[in-house]
């Protein structure tokens, strides 16, 4: 069992940017690929980006390629998604998951979740 806990939204102006970070409990975080997507408002939930267990493989949608950056501390037990030049599009709750089934694009392949952090980017 996975508990992930994500912090680091908040209000931000276009432009700016917010790290987001994911703590994980248990022993094994360094066996699980790890995720983060979001929700707008209206909106279906969409991948984002995810990390491969040993930090070596990362993928991105291209809706965020060249501004947000995926990284892991697995000392830390966690993930963070590091977001540049935000634009008011990427208003959304941001979630982490949790897999094993190595780096996916697909939610129904990431096993657990965590509550969200709210984004809200002013134009």
């Known amino acids: 069992q996975v508990q992930l806990v994500e912090s680091g939204g908040g209000l931000v102006q276009a432009g700016g940017s917010l790290r987001l970070s994911c703590a994980a409990s248990?022993?094994?975080?360094?066996?699980?690929?790890m995720g983060w997507f979001r929700q707008g408002p209206g909106k279906e939930r969409e991948f984002v980006a995810s990390?491969?267990?040993?930090?070596?493989?990362?993928f991105y949608a291209d809706s965020v390629k060249g501004r947000f950056t995926i990284s892991r501390d697995n000392a830390k037990n966690t993930v963070y998604l590091q977001m540049n030049i935000l634009k008011p599009e990427d208003t959304a709750v941001y979630y982490c998951?949790?897999?094993?089934?190595?780096?996916?694009?697909?939610?129904?392949?990431?096993?657990?979740w965590g509550q969200g952090t709210q984004v809200t980017v002013s134009s």
């Open positions: 990390i491969r267990g040993n930090g070596r493989s990362t």
């Open positions: 998951a949790a897999g094993t089934t190595g780096v996916t694009t697909s939610a129904t392949m990431y096993d657990y």
């Open positions: 248990g022993r094994t975080f360094s066996t699980y690929a």
